[in-house]
């Protein structure tokens, strides 16, 4: 029997969820793993996604920081392409940042939406839902999708990291928290995780280019926290951080870092692990050998 909680969310015969698709440069670029099988486990769990036709970068670290305009009208003609009626999912931390805090921005400054519907042509949607990839799971029963959802995970050792984007700022402090989200979900999936109080410290982000051996530091005592608490992986809520995790850490035999949506499309037995793994710089292979999560 279902939970009360769990009434209005979707399961295998229901219709499917579907999003606009927000993927971001990082996600399309580096993270492209992080993509292929963000999209693999949608498909799963009954949500169908569309990516925004002809979107541009959100901006991210690099606009705001040096010129004010180019930081406005990124993520402002981003909301401008989402259709009418249909909610907006995004899976990058920063991207959601940049998107969200414009699209309030709008919807409260009268000026600023004259100035909008002006430059794309169209009415602002001051209905328009945006939401991150974690929000989705208080709109799918997961355990519904799958047998035995409790031996998916074979008791791995996660260390859940966020990074510090999801660490809402000012301007969103009335948004969704999505503390606990990875903890939640991978624990129903049979994983021990690892508490090492490192989860949301910044891994560095752009520093990594900018000033590398920064990134070096504060990415090396992130994984070696992990590591001593008894972590044997870390999965990131974040494309960005997991390329940081990997690239900038110098510790020897430092521990595999996964995509949550990896781990999540492995609990579905998703069968295309492989196309992903290889673009890893820690080979997360030997770890799910071992765990009996993967066999060859």
């Known amino acids: 029997m279902k939970k009360s909680s769990d009434i209005n969310k979707i399961s295998r015969s229901s219709d499917r969820l579907r999003f606009s698709f927000f ?4 996600l399309k670029a580096s993270g492209h793993e992080n993509t292929a099988s963000l999209l693999k486990f949608c498909d799963k769990v009954n949500i169908e996604l ?4 002809d979107w541009n970068c959100c901006g991210s670290s690099s606009a705001h920081s040096v010129d004010r305009n180019v930081a406005k009208y990124l993520p402002m003609r981003n909301i401008s392409l989402v259709p009418k009626g249909v909610p907006l999912l995004i899976a990058c931390p920063s991207c959601l940042l940049r998107m969200k805090s414009m699209y309030l921005k709008i919807k409260k400054d009268k000026n600023l939406r004259d100035e909008y519907e002006e430059m794309w042509g169209k009415s602002f949607d001051d209905e328009l839902e945006i939401i991150h990839f974690f929000e989705i799971f208080n709109r799918i029963c997961l355990e519904d999708f799958m047998d035995n959802p409790t031996e998916k995970l074979k008791r ?3 260390a859940p990291y966020y990074g510090c984007m999801l660490s809402m700022p000012p301007d969103l402090r009335f948004e969704k928290s999505y503390s606990g989200i990875i903890e939640q979900t991978l624990s129903s ?3 021990d995780i690892v508490h090492y109080g490192y989860g949301n410290r910044c891994c560095g982000t752009y520093l990594s280019v900018a000033k590398p051996k920064i990134a070096e530091n504060v990415v090396n005592e992130i994984v070696f926290k992990a590591r001593e608490a008894g972590a044997e992986c870390i999965v990131t809520a974040c494309s960005m951080c997991h390329l940081n995790l990997e690239i900038r850490c110098t510790l020897e035999n430092p521990i595999p870092i996964f995509h949550f949506s990896e781990l999540l ?8 692990q ?8 820690v080979d997360p292979l030997p770890l799910l050998k071992k765990r009996g999560l993967i066999t060859s």
């Not at 569309?50 to 036709?53: A, C, I, Q, R």
């Open 274 to 281: 492989k196309k992903w793994f290889p673009r890893h710089i």
């Open 23 to 26: 993927p971001g440069c990082s």
């Open 156 to 158: 791995l050792k996660v």
């Open 265 to 272: 499309s492995m609990a579905l037995s998703v069968e295309d």
């Open 189 to 191: 999936l049979g994983a």
């Open 50 to 53: 569309t990516e925004l036709e």
